[in-house]
C-alpha cells in the first residue's frame, strides 16, 4: 500500500478520545508516512461535538472541500486527536485527498 501525506483514509483502530484503549473506525487525514506507521488526525461527522475541542477545521456538506475529502456528510477535523497507527490498520486505498485549504490550516496549526 502506498499511503502519501494528506490522503484521506479509514483507520480501522483510532483511538477513541474518551478511552485510549479503546478503538473506533473512521475517517483521518494522513499527515506523515513513518515507515510502517502513520500519524494522522481523525475526522468526525459528529459536527456539535466541535465545542469539546481546541482546534477543528470544518468542513461544509457539498464544498470543494467536502467534494476533495469525499466526505459524503458536513464534518470537523479534529487536530487535537492526532495519532501514530500501524499502516496495517488503514484500509486501502485512500478515498479522497486534502485540498490545499485544509493543508494550510493544518500547516498553521502545526506551526504553532
Excluded: H
Excluded at 479509514?10 to 494522513?30: C, G, L, S, V
Excluded at 485549504?101 to 498553521?108: D, G, Q
Amino acid at each position: 500500500m502506498a499511503l502519501r501525506k494528506w490522503d484521506v483514509v479509514f483507520i480501522t483502530q483510532f483511538p477513541n478520545q474518551e478511552d485510549k484503549t479503546q478503538y473506533t473506525k473512521r475517517p483521518a487525514i494522513i499527515l506523515e508516512v513513518i515507515g510502517n506507521r502513520v500519524k494522522a488526525c481523525c475526522i468526525t461527522k459528529e459536527v456539535t461535538q466541535q465545542s469539546r475541542y481546541t482546534d477543528t477545521i470544518l468542513i461544509g456538506l457539498n464544498t470543494p472541500e467536502s467534494k476533495g475529502m469525499n466526505l459524503p456528510y458536513e464534518s470537523i477535523v479534529v487536530l487535537d486527536r492526532m495519532a501514530e497507527i500501524d499502516s496495517s490498520k488503514v484500509i486501502d486505498p485512500p478515498f479522497g485527498r486534502c485540498p490545499g485549504i485544509v493543508i494550510k490550516k493544518i500547516k498553521e496549526f502545526l506551526s504553532k
